[in-house]
């Protein structure tokens, strides 16, 4: 894939809790079936190196690369695009993408869960 230049004024990052977020400031993207899960990541890639490749199958509204506490990334992270023609397009052509030499991502549909697990509870918590 061609190398891009990235525009500041377009796309803006960062971090907050534990995520790099990077948002598209000119789409409005509302709905859903418009996210993938990205997995594989190397530890060391940024929006550098995955924005290009995810603005080649559509409009990309925002990437959420999670990260951990040394600096690097967790190995996964999410895209939402402005359509779910462009999710698709994400998954049919970027899953198994060798984004470096001998590296290949997952990019699969995320899946829209509106479900909040907490773990750990003593047996005797109860729900008031």
Same mark, same amino acid.
């Given at each position: 894939?061609?190398?891009?230049?990235?525009?500041?004024?377009?796309?803006?990052?960062? $971090?907050?809790?534990?995520? /790099? %977020?990077?948002? *598209?400031?000119?789409?409005?993207?509302? +709905?859903? &079936?418009?996210?993938? #899960?990205?997995?594989?990541?190397?530890?060391?890639?940024?929006?550098?190196?995955?924005?290009?490749?995810?603005?080649?199958?559509? $409009?990309?509204?925002?990437? /959420? %690369?999670?990260? *951990?506490?040394?600096?690097?990334?967790? +190995?996964? &992270?999410?895209?939402? #695009?402005?359509?779910?023609?462009?999710?698709?397009?994400?998954?049919?052509?970027?899953?198994?993408?060798?984004?470096?030499?001998?590296?290949?991502?997952?990019?699969?549909?995320?899946?829209?869960?509106?479900?909040?697990?907490? +773990?750990?509870?003593?047996?005797?918590?109860?729900?008031?």
């Amino acid at each position: 894939m061609e190398k891009m230049v990235l525009s500041p004024t377009i796309f803006q990052t960062s $971090q907050i809790n534990g995520q /790099r %977020i990077t948002v *598209n400031h000119l789409l409005q993207c509302e +709905g859903t &079936g418009h996210e993938v #899960f990205i997995g594989h990541l190397p530890r060391t890639l940024f929006e550098d190196e995955l924005l290009p490749v995810l603005l080649a199958v559509g $409009q990309l509204c925002e990437v /959420r %690369i999670m990260m *951990n506490f040394s600096g690097n990334n967790r +190995g996964f &992270g999410f895209a939402r #695009f402005s359509n779910k023609e462009s999710a698709d397009n994400a998954v049919k052509y970027l899953n198994n993408f060798e984004i470096r030499a001998g590296r290949r991502i997952i990019v699969i549909a995320s899946k829209d869960r509106k479900k909040l697990f907490i +773990g750990n509870l003593p047996r005797t918590t109860t729900v008031s």
